[in-house]
């Protein structure tokens, strides 16, 4: 029998693997605006599953007060104030490992578009049509390279004031990463974390491959199922976030040359690597070049695989993964 573990909105489900079922611990809690189930299926050590996932739910509620951009006390809201703020190590690399990618990305994943998001409004109750020019002012300046760090002291500078810092796009990789440390350390050797469709795995499933089921578009219906060990899987799609004004629906991945919500040939992509930061920022960057461009992408730096379902209706996906995945059509025949 299959189980089938879901977060509400998610762009990934998780489905566990197919011998013998295993109940796992489950925890729901709320975090970066989305819903967070944690599972476990083995452990050891001094501690209860029920004092792990407490201590996971507290570490994760204060990832987000540190990283959020809406929450005026976070560490991303001092840095956005203008000051030269010090900051922890591990913060701080993390904004470092952000800009390398932004480099690497040539600016399709870019942590400097608070300004643009803001705008935007998405997420906000209170929305105001953005004003057009001004955003057209805002687009192609690739801040990510205006932000001083200083390796000395720790802490860092926004060198203008006409941008500001959004982590949107990697901060929910990132808490997977501190999460998976946490886990382990822990004494846990098997368990699943869904963080509203960004999927990490730890260890196996009863001695098996997991079972993650992809999703390509509103629907949230399976389009087919990957099979993976202990990995990170990230989805971004234009889809499940959006404002509208006057009719016009807008999603909120935006191509920082344009500051317009991105238009490539993308309508969902699933990025599985060994690192929840990277999966969660290449994501975001695949959605924004489009397949082409991911696939250059991908063949100069092999740091990821991934499965792109295009606006008209093909699957493209990595050779990494090509037989680890199963389109639902295939399966069904
Ligand atoms: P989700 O948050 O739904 O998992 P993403 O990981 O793709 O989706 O992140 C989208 C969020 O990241 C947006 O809501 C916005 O805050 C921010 N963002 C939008 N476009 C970009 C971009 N090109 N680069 C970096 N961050 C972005
Ligand atoms: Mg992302």
Known sequence: MKKLICALGAAVLLITGCSQTKEPYVRHTFAFDTYITISI???????????ICDGAASMLAELDDT?????EQSVISKINSGEQSQIDASIYYMLKNCVDLCELTDGAFDITLGNISEMWGFGEEALQKPDFDKLKDYAGKQNYKNIEFDDGSLSMKLKSGDFSLDLGAAAKGYALDMLNGYLVNAGVTSASVDLGGSIMTIGSYNGENWTVSVTSDETNSTAGTLSVGETYIATSNGFNRFVEYDGVKYHHIIDPDTAFPAQSDVKSVTVITANGLIADALSTAFYVMGSEKTEAFIKEYPIADYIIFTTDGQTVISSGIADSYESAQTADE
């Open 67 to 71: 990283l959020s951009v809406k929450k």
């Open 41 to 51: 299926y083995e452990h050891d050590g001094e501690y209860t599953t029920g004092e």
